[in-house]
């Protein structure tokens, strides 16, 4: 559509401008049609399914499908605070389907972690510390190494803004710990589950779980890990984990 720039916004003050079809400004609980969201272009340009049907006729916006659609202009945290409303469009047996879904994926879930803490017991050890470079979370004993785990950060909720950010959309976190997490967005997107793919959303520490659950299902992680700071949990993979020798 157009190119970020600059926006005052009455409620956040100064922000990045970001571009939104005036159906999605009007009403978020809907499905966002965007590019995904990345590092480069944190806010993607977005439209509505209406939108959508003169973007796939060109499979591309262009002087003859753009100049019917009406544009909104959102600083960047409303835009963020819209999308995120978007999670709640679920309905009938599209949401029959998603909750189905997160019952397996749990159910999956408690299996491995009570095999993780038969064979490693991870809770037991006197302290944690995960590296983002090694992808490698370390339990240690008296600064003796136990169990190494290898790790993908699945996303993080906050306990300030109440809300859930994908490792994905997440810049703070490197590449090593987030590279392969963009297979469920891809799962998500295949089956219009929107909490797997809208970056950030409102949330609670047990919809960090689902997720960590849902991660784990898809790309067959041995486990699931939550750590806890000032800001709220982490939440990350376990792919692979041995004891120290």
């Known amino acids: 559509m157009t190119d970020a720039t600059h926006v005052t916004c009455p409620q956040h003050g100064a922000a990045t401008a970001t571009y939104i079809c005036a159906h999605l400004a009007t009403d978020p609980v809907q499905r966002w049609h965007s590019a995904r969201a990345s590092d480069d272009n944190r806010w993607p340009d ?3 399914d209406q ?7 060109e499979g591309e916006w262009n002087d003859r499908n753009f ?3 009406e544009l909104r202009i959102f600083c960047h945290q409303c835009y963020e605070a819209a999308l995120g409303k978007s999670v709640a469009r679920l309905s009938g047996t ?4 998603w909750q189905d879904f997160l019952r397996d994926c749990h159910e999956e879930l408690r299996v491995k972690q009570a095999a993780l803490s038969r064979e490693f017991s991870l809770n037991r050890h006197q302290r944690w510390d995960w590296d983002q470079q090694r992808a490698a979370l370390v339990f240690s004993n008296d600064g003796i190494a136990a169990v ?3 790790i993908e950060f699945v996303g993080s909720v906050s306990t300030r803004s109440n809300t859930w950010l994908w490792s994905w959309a997440n810049p703070s976190m490197l590449d090593a710990v987030r590279s392969r997490i963009l297979a469920v967005y891809d799962f998500g997107e295949a089956r219009d589950y929107p909490n797997l793919t809208v970056p950030k959303w409102p949330a609670e520490e047990a919809d960090g779980w689902d997720m960590a659950a849902v991660a784990a299902r898809v790309l067959d992680a041995a486990g699931v890990y939550r750590t ?4 709220g ?3 990350m993979l376990i792919t692979e984990v041995r004891t120290a020798q």
Do not use: K
């Open 228 to 231: 806890p700071d000032e800001n």
């Open 148 to 150: 190494i785990a290898t």
């Open 46 to 48: 977005a439209w509505c």
């Open 67 to 69: 100049a019917g659609v």
């Open 51 to 57: 939108c959508n049907v003169n973007f796939m006729r």
């Open 94 to 97: 599209q949401l029959e389907s």
């Open 233 to 235: 949990f982490t939440f």
